[in-house]
């Protein structure tokens, strides 16, 4: 009798090693960007992972980013968004009677080229303009677990604000209503941070990765990670309601990357998938 049950043991830790290998093979490497695959994270050369972590100072970092002592690190840009006549829900099958169907037009405005980062927030922070919170030491890193009224204090910070549904959706869709940032196909595992805890691009992933790791998912004007990484708050709702954008790493559908697709949140919701984004006014010149 003890013999079978230590040869169910070893069995059921056998099959357990295979199908975490088989998960670790099946990750798709395209996901990294030119950061090199470690288990659940894309790490720079000269990297380690820890727990989630890339940990150490990288030997080298991808042309559009800077090298730093603590990892790879996008700049933010200002992308300037002309403005024009949106159309949401009516061009794409898929979000009728998902998304209410409706047309604006949308004011000139700026957005910033990527997420808010952890290093970007602690700057906030040390200014006394944000409240503490927990960062895993990786400045380049898409800041999760951020409530909307800490969004909108950062944003505040850079004498910035919150986009608005419609200005987000125009970011990402563009006057043709794409349904993805890109283009209308291809949610693949190379333009986006997506798919990353049960597949189908990684398996295991707990957090976001960098921001700006997918250049190849930057809509034309070049904002990138409007699909996945981490969902983005938007400005508005009533209350205590509030609602994010873009789906996140943990998202395993291709629809929600849609750029129509929104997910109701409470206003004070945390999560490792939540994140943000800020906008600016843009003054138009005097004739």
Same mark, same amino acid.
């Given at each position: 009798?003890?013999?079978?049950?230590?040869?169910?043991?070893?069995?059921?830790?056998?099959?357990?090693?295979?199908?975490?290998?088989?998960?670790?093979?099946?990750?798709?490497?395209?996901?990294?960007?030119?950061?090199?695959?470690?288990?659940?994270?894309?790490?720079?050369?000269?990297?380690?992972?820890?727990?989630?972590? *890339?940990?150490? =100072?990288?030997? /080298?970092? !991808?042309?559009?980013?800077?090298? &730093?002592? +603590?990892?790879?690190? @996008?700049?933010? %840009?200002?992308?300037?968004?002309?403005?024009?006549?949106?159309?949401?829900?009516?061009?794409?099958?898929?979000?009728?009677?998902?998304?209410?169907?409706?047309?604006?037009?949308?004011?000139?405005?700026?957005?910033?080229?990527?997420?808010?980062?952890?290093?970007?927030?602690?700057?906030?922070?040390?200014?006394?303009?944000?409240?503490?919170?927990?960062?895993?030491?990786?400045?380049?890193?898409?800041?999760?677990?951020?409530?909307?009224?800490?969004?909108?204090?950062? *944003?505040?910070? =850079?004498?910035? /604000?919150? !986009?608005?549904?419609?200005?987000? &959706?125009? +970011?990402?869709?563009? @006057?043709?209503? %794409?349904?993805?940032?890109?283009?209308?196909?291809?949610?693949?595992?190379?333009?986006?941070?997506?798919?990353?805890?049960?597949?189908?691009?990684?398996?295991?992933?707990?957090?976001?990765?960098?921001?700006?790791?997918?250049?190849?998912?930057?809509?034309?004007?070049?904002?990138?990670?409007?699909?996945?990484?981490?969902?983005?708050?938007?400005?508005?709702?009533?209350?205590?309601?509030?609602?994010?954008?873009?789906?996140?790493?943990?998202?395993?559908?291709?629809?929600?990357?849609?750029?129509?697709?929104?997910? !109701?949140?409470?206003?004070?919701?945390?999560?490792?998938?939540?994140? @943000?984004?800020?906008?600016?006014?843009?003054?138009?010149?005097?004739?």
């Amino acid at each position: 009798m003890r013999r079978v049950l230590v040869f169910a043991g070893i069995s059921v830790v056998s099959v357990a090693a295979v199908t975490v290998l088989a998960r670790r093979d099946a990750a798709d490497p395209a996901r990294c960007g030119g950061l090199v695959a470690m288990q659940t994270r894309c790490c720079a050369e000269g990297q380690r992972e820890e727990g989630g972590r *890339c940990v150490g =100072r990288p030997s /080298r970092c !991808p042309e559009r980013l800077a090298l &730093t002592d +603590a990892g790879c690190v @996008a700049t933010a %840009r200002r992308i300037e968004i002309r403005g024009g006549h949106l159309r949401v829900g009516g061009s794409d099958w898929e979000a009728e009677g998902r998304v209410r169907a409706h047309e604006s037009e949308i004011a000139p405005f700026a957005i910033d080229s990527i997420e808010i980062t952890e290093g970007a927030y602690a700057l906030c922070v040390a200014a006394g303009r944000c409240p503490e919170m927990e960062g895993l030491g990786e400045p380049g890193r898409a800041r999760g677990n951020i409530s909307r009224a800490e969004a909108e204090a950062y *944003c505040a910070f =850079r004498e910035a /604000r919150l !986009p608005t549904e419609d200005e987000w &959706t125009f +970011a990402a869709g563009g @006057a043709s209503s %794409r349904r993805y940032p890109w283009g209308d196909t291809g949610a693949v595992c190379r333009r986006a941070s997506w798919g990353l805890a049960d597949g189908p691009c990684g398996f295991g992933h707990t957090g976001p990765e960098l921001a700006g790791l997918h250049p190849e998912g930057a809509t034309p004007e070049g904002v990138e990670d409007m699909a996945g990484n981490v969902s983005e708050w938007i400005a508005g709702g009533p209350g205590a309601e509030g609602a994010v954008r873009g789906g996140s790493f943990a998202a395993q559908l291709a629809t929600d990357l849609r750029t129509w697709k929104a997910v !109701p949140r409470p206003a004070n919701a945390r999560s490792p998938e939540i994140g @943000a984004r800020c906008a600016y006014d843009v003054v138009a010149p005097s004739p």
